[in-house]
């Protein structure tokens, strides 16, 4: 690629959709979800060099981008967000954390996906992670151990309880 | 009752990574225990469900803004990989150095030893010699000196001795008791390279006092300082326009920091709609903030308090630099490019406002100011259809005649 960013920009346009896709699981806004993949494309255009070929480019990319949501989650800050008042004076509002206020994040979701993700939602932030690149991604143990950096039996041990967990927070709906 | 190992089974069959040789510990398990079973079957479903959750593809735009990020970065030089050289021991260069001094040192030696011995020598035939009682022309018959001596010539010579030492002409030469000065060699010229022999000055022409303007660059932190806020509000009365690049951490952060600075000074700051979209996405181009209604103490007033206010923010501070230069000819054209109009920002606004105030009120004086994406310039509005810049170059019209023209640029650090 010798660092020509026409040449990266194919591979975003290749990997975006199912990057983004995760990743919007994983933080569950789609604001967050797309600095993460912002981020972690640009990350991965700076470290190409150190990309050795020892593992699928998408397993690369996406440890860049779930260490760089994780990265997120733990510098999670007020952030303030410009909007023009009546005039087109600007008016500034700090953003309400919740999810269900922001404007721009609601999504048209169906019952089903409301209730699925409001229960990953509860779930931890590693279970999260394993539940999507297990189920959503349909990742192998050791392409999860690869993208997170854990050790296989530490992965299947998270499947597992993470399973449970959803398992409890999924019964009462089912009910 | 289930036990943990059985649950383990039961979470590994539906990852579908169980061993072979465990499946039929699961079929066992699963006739076994109906507790099991129906575990198995809800976990498989939550599974089938998870998977079945809708695609969400990348919002638009999104391989655009991380190509143009991408496109921002320094170019590196490719780097050609090289075989690994030779790496000589560490202490050779010490070796080299070492014997350098030793070779310098004992030429040295030898050239003092051969000087003492010719003095030694020229001595000795001194004292051998007679003195005559009406000396003749001593040195008669010598060879001629040159007048001037050439720059290719070794050192200064500081004994003037024949070349041939025979008896019977030494016998009747003088003592030389010394080198007559008008006979010495003429001192070899300046500029030949001899630092001993250089011409003397005798008179150096005084020094021309040059006044350098240096641009202000300061930390974001320090704009509160007196000495520097004096340094802002002079520089700012000297020249017509300026250019103040602010760089930040993190521009949609920043650009609200500095909005809620401008308030405090009584700049209304509007915002131009695709810039807004960009912040809103927290895409990290620069922007331009550019207002003419602000004097020079206003100025330096917002920046102290931008200072403050960055400074308290809790999410720590985001200004890093301040860098405040008068405007050129790049900055004149981005206004027009800009603004799509020439904002006369060469020169200030002379006389009052044509909208005086009517008699009994007191009408605030309009202070406005524009946000615009600055670069790349690709992704500048056009100003044609901003609907914000038109109304900025409408409310313009009122500012104070002491404004100074500002272009801030909020740039990213990268």
């Known amino acids: 690629m010798n660092g020509r960013p026409a040449a990266f920009g194919d591979l975003v346009l290749r990997y975006q959709d199912?990057?983004?896709?995760?990743?919007?699981?994983?933080?569950d806004n789609p604001d967050d979800a797309l600095d993460v993949v912002q981020d972690a494309f640009f990350s991965a255009f700076q470290s190409l060099a150190s990309f050795k070929g020892d593992a699928e480019f998408f397993t690369w990319l996406y440890r860049i981008a779930f260490n760089t949501a994780v990265s997120l989650r733990r510098r999670r800050r007020a952030t303030v967000s410009l909007e023009t008042g009546r005039d087109g004076e600007?008016?500034?509002d700090p953003q309400d954390p919740s999810a269900e206020t922001r404007p721009g994040t609601a999504l048209e979701r169906t019952e089903e996906e409301e209730a699925l993700q409001t229960a990953l939602n509860r779930l931890s932030g590693e279970h999260r992670t394993v539940l999507v690149l297990k189920d959503i991604e349909g990742m192998k143990y050791e392409e999860i151990a690869e993208v997170i950096g854990v050790p296989i039996g530490t992965i299947r041990s998270r499947i597992h309880r993470a399973r449970l967990e959803l398992r409890e927070l999924l019964e009462p709906d089912d009910e | 009752m289930l036990t943990n190992a059985d649950r383990e089974l039961i979470t590994a069959a539906v990852d579908g990574e169980l061993a072979p040789e465990r499946e039929a510990a699961l079929h066992v398990l699963l006739a076994r225990d109906p507790g099991a079973a129906t575990l198995f079957a809800c976990l498989k479903t939550d599974s089938r469900r998870l998977r079945a959750l809708p695609r969400r593809p990348a919002p638009l735009g999104l391989a655009d803004a991380v190509t143009v990020r991408v496109a921002r970065l320094p170019r590196a030089n490719p780097v050609t990989p090289r075989a690994p050289a030779l790496r000589a021991p560490n202490w050779v260069p010490y070796a080299v150095a070492a014997s350098l001094l030793f070779v310098v040192g004992a030429a040295s030696f030898w050239v003092s030893l051969r000087e003492t011995a010719d003095e030694a020598h020229g001595l000795?035939?001194?004292k051998r010699l007679p003195r005559p009682d009406n000396p003749p022309d001593q040195f008669a018959g010598l060879p001629a000196l040159p007048t001037e001596p050439s720059p290719e010539l070794g050192p200064t010579p500081r004994r003037v001795l024949p070349q041939h030492t025979d008896d019977s002409r030494l016998a009747t030469l003088p003592h030389p008791t010394a080198v007559r000065p008008e006979s010495a060699p003429?001192?070899?010229?300046?500029?030949?390279?001899?630092v001993v022999g250089a011409v003397p000055l005798t008179s150096i022409p005084p020094f021309e006092s040059v006044e350098a303007r240096v641009p202000v660059l300061a930390p974001v932190a320090d704009l509160g300082r007196k000495d520097i806020r004096d340094r802002i509000v002079s520089d700012l009365g000297r020249d017509q326009s300026f250019r103040l690049d602010l760089f930040v951490k993190d521009v949609p952060r920043a650009a609200a920091v500095f909005q809620s600075a401008a308030r405090t000074v009584g700049l209304t700051v509007a915002v131009d709609a695709a810039t807004q979209d960009r912040l809103r996405k927290k895409l990290p181009a620069p922007l331009a903030v550019y207002t003419d209604a602000l004097a020079p103490d206003e100025v330096a007033r917002l920046l102290t308090n931008l200072a403050k206010r960055d400074q308290a923010d809790k999410s720590g501070p985001v200004f890093t630099i301040a860098h405040l230069v008068p405007f050129q000819a790049a900055e004149h054209r981005d206004?027009?490019?800009?603004?799509?109009?020439?904002?006369g920002s060469g020169k200030r606004k002379a006389g009052g406002s044509n909208l005086a105030p009517a008699a009994g009120t007191k009408a605030k004086p309009v202070k406005p100011a524009i946000v615009?994406?600055?670069s790349p310039a690709a992704l500048r509005v056009n100003p044609a259809a901003s609907k914000e810049v038109r109304a900025f170059l409408d409310r313009r019209a009122e500012r104070p005649r002491t404004g100074v023209p500002l272009l801030v640029v909020i740039r990213p650090v990268l």
């Open chain 2, 372 to 374: 615009l994406t600055y």
């Open chain 2, 186 to 194: 003429q001192p070899r010229p300046a500029g030949t390279g001899d």
């Open chain 2, 124 to 126: 000795a035939q001194q």
């Open chain 2, 335 to 343: 206004l027009r490019d800009l603004f799509g109009v020439d904002l």
């Open chain 1, 90 to 92: 600007v008016v500034i």
């Open chain 1, 18 to 27: 199912r990057l983004f896709n995760s990743v919007v699981r994983v933080v």
